[in-house]
């Protein structure tokens, strides 16, 4: 009778572990963020902007310093002559405003306003005349002779230096005369131009030397006349030479024609 086999038990498997993630595996990229580069667009603007601002700073430091190079490589004489000048500008210009401090008072006190307007208005309009070169005028003021080398003619652009010194300084009233006896008024639209026998201001010819009758503050102007590299240095680099004679009082009494106006009205 065979043997009967022992009773099986039931083998139950384990499972296979679940093989691990390699270590290698390719990570997912980060998404990029969306206000990075945004970020990084602002920051450079501002660096940009930065340095743009130092930059001005270092030319306007530097253009600084070569200004001040400058004056202090200048003279002490002419230093002198230009604070002078610097400080009679500034008096003309306090003087100015306390006039019309006070017309502006005057015209704001009732009855003795309208007294004070139509003295106002006389003033202003012999002002204007004097400016227009339609009215002769007498005052303190210079007379200037603009005497050429004998090689090199005084230029037209000479000429119009020394008016603009002038003017700068506070002239009022000039006239200029030619050694041919011509005299030409000075007004805002005169022009000089260079010609063959000298000069042509205004459409008249003028014959060297040039003399300038000017009314205004004599110190201040004969200052801005010669100050370092002005009209006076410019005459005599050509071999000429500029003689000013503070004389006092000075009369301009060549006049200007009056241009009638085609464009121009008063605006009622």
Known sequence: MAAASPPR???????????EKEAAAEVAPEKPDAGGG???????????LLVGLLGFALVVQLRSNTGDTQLQNTRPEDLVRILSDLNAREERLRSEIGNLQLTRSQLASGAQGREAALAEARRRA???????????AVGEGLKIQLVPGRDD??????????????????????QIAGNNGTTVRIVASTYFVDSSAGLTV????????????????????????????????AVARDGG???????????????HPASPLRWANPVS
């Open 9 to 19: 038990e039931d083998v139950v498997a384990e499972p296979e572990p679940a093989p």
């Open 38 to 48: 945004r970020r990084l667009s602002a920051a450079g603007a501002v660096i940009g």
């Open 126 to 136: 012999d002002e204007l005349g004097i400016l227009a070169g339609t009215l002769p």
């Open 153 to 174: 003619p005084i230029k037209a652009a000479t000429v119009l230096d020394a008016v603009e010194e002038l003017r700068g300084a506070g002239a009022e009233a000039m």
């Open 202 to 233: 205004d459409g008249k010819g003028l014959t060297a030397p040039y003399a300038i009758t000017v009314i205004g503050p004599a110190q201040t102007m004969n200052t801005a006349l010669t100050i370092p590299g002005g009209v006076a240095d």
């Open 241 to 255: 030479n500029v003689i000013v004679d503070n004389s006092g009082e000075v009369h301009v009494d060549a006049l």
